[in-house]
């Protein structure tokens, strides 16, 4: 079996090249079928920074975290899809991980969640991504699925701007076993230092409640976009 990695950006110039070349040397290259860049149409150098570092690299026909990953996963030739933020940084050897927990059954999962700042109330957050239950699935935790698992879900939700991992999580768990792997996957808190700790959470929660509970996506997408600085949406 062979994993094709699928990264979707949108002005990620400053993490790119470092996230590729992270990926090529601390894992076995002979798992990786090929790493996907899926660009959302970045008015940074994004584009040409991962094209020089010799991987595929498109420019999604639309823009939005879902669109792209679907478009990147129509691309790829792998057995299994592995979609990783690009400013998140899986543990050395991943892709050995990857490969067991498929072989044992388990046709989609994730890590456990460590940002890269000592705040205590982000290690808070990370703690509860020990626990295996979909509410505590997000996206930095990164992703994968067997081809034929993500083809019978129908992929992501590509009306999605928001929560579109956790639609997808919670689909496909009525249908297939889940490994949440007991290793930490290292992300930014960019998003945290920029809106603030404990108001960004709050804002988290909230639209995780409202999307639990039915209110329409675009009113969660305005709720976005009015409180929430450089959400990329």
């Known amino acids: 079996m062979t994993i094709s990695i699928i990264i979707p950006t949108f002005n990620e110039a400053s993490n790119i090249q470092r996230l590729i070349s992270y990926l090529k040397n601390n894992t076995n290259p002979k798992h990786i079928r090929e790493i996907i860049v899926i660009d959302g149409g970045s008015t940074d150098a994004t584009v040409v920074f991962a094209k020089a570092m010799k991987v595929r690299v498109k420019v999604a026909e639309q823009k939005g975290r879902a669109a792209q990953m679907n478009e990147g996963a129509k691309m790829a030739t792998g057995d299994i899809f592995y979609f ?17 927990a498929v ?25 509860f991504t020990h ?16 081809r034929e698992l993500f083809e019978k879900m129908g992929g992501y939700n ?12 919670c689909r496909m ?3 297939a076993r889940f490994k949440l792997i007991k290793r930490n996957i290292l992300t930014s808190p960019r998003k945290y230092l920029q809106n603030g700790f404990y108001r960004l959470q709050g804002i988290y929660f909230l639209l995780y409640f409202l999307y639990s509970i039915g209110i329409p996506h675009q009113k969660l997408v305005q709720l976005y976009r009015r409180n929430i600085s450089n959400g990329k949406i």
């Open 84 to 100: 990783l933020h690009a400013d998140s940084f899986p543990p050395e050897n991943f892709t050995t991980d990857i490969l067991a």
């Open 131 to 146: 626990f295996n239950f979909s509410c505590f699935r997000f996206g930095d935790q990164s992703l994968f699925i067997s």
């Open 158 to 169: 590509s009306k999605m701007l928001l929560l579109e991992d956790q639609d997808l999580i």
């Open 103 to 127: 072989e044992k059954g388990f046709e989609s999962g994730c890590y456990r969640l460590q940002f890269d700042h000592p705040h205590k109330w982000l290690q808070l957050m990370c703690w």
């Open 173 to 175: 768990r009525k249908k």
